[in-house]
């Protein structure tokens, strides 16, 4: 009987130090956490402070916890500062030409201007409210995209059909500033699956990108694999450079010399978001001294 006192003393004030040592550990994990939440941008983790198993699992889950809300913070303060930065683009793109407007508007009420001096301004002024037109189609239109109800009408529809007749449409700008214009294309026809009004879309987007910056040459050319029709769009690379090539089709992303021309950085974004929506691919490189936009759609018999 003495033995079995004995041995239940013993075992209690086992436990009893297992209660006090888990509760010292338990406080000391809610200490880190407190000091985690006071200083929650410092991306610290509770760190190890017990040998029981269990309150060591529990830890575990509770970094882990700590983990995914740091990474939806950074997700978030870098959304964040995206908002911004768009936001103060939009802001320019829209206030430039408006200023422009409301200056030649302020001439035209000068009583010594000629008349010849006033339809120069009004024509400064049109062509002004024309690009704060587009910038504001741009900025409605990526919105609109971007949802999941954007109605896309799939049909077959022939690559090289299409293609001919957009480079014919542009033919004349690019012989006015004497670009080199060359088209090649297989002779057996290439069908696709997609929406033919936003395909001719996507290809004006990309023949209007390269009257801003080829210099010297534009190519075109379109191959069959046994699964893909691919289709490259080439200019003059000129001075872009790799860190300029990894942004092309971000959102609102574009040259100080477009930006001031009145672009509003969105075409290539609205380009990648409507080939995305037919279940194509767009990827963009240089080849040599040439910038390419390549375009891949799977194809169908």
Known sequence: MQYLCIGLIIIFILLVIKIVFLYRALKQASR???????????????????????????LKKINVIYQKRQSER??????ETQIRHEIENISHDLRTPLTSILGYVNLLGD??????????????????ARILQGLIQDFYEISRIEREDYPV??????????????AVAYFHEFESRKIKVTVQMEEKSCII????IQFNRILNNLIQNALKYAKDEFVIQQHTTDTQCILTLSNDKNDMTENELKRI??????GDKARNQGSSGLGLTITKLLVEKMK????????????????KWPVRT
């Not at 880190?32 to 529990?58: F, G, T, V, W, Y």
């Not at 022939?158 to 957009?166: F, K, L, T």
């Not at 089709?249 to 574009?254: G, K, N, S």
């Not at 194509?280 to 390549?294: K, L, Y």
């Open 32 to 58: 880190q956490m407190d000091e985690i939440e006071k200083c929650s941008e410092r991306n610290r983790l509770i760190k190890a402070i017990s040998a029981d198993r269990h309150l060591e699992e529990l």
């Open 74 to 79: 950074i997700v978030y303060q870098r959304r």
């Open 111 to 128: 009583l010594d201007i000629t008349q010849e001096e006033r339809e120069e301004y009004l024509k400064i002024i049109d062509k002004r």
């Open 153 to 166: 009408m799939f049909e077959r529809i022939s690559v090289q059909n299409i293609v001919s007749e957009a």
């Open 193 to 196: 699956f997609a929406d033919r």
């Open 249 to 254: 089709f971000d959102r609102f992303y574009t």
């Open 280 to 295: 194509g691919s767009i990827s963009a490189r240089f080849d040599g001294d040439m910038f390419v936009i390549e375009l």
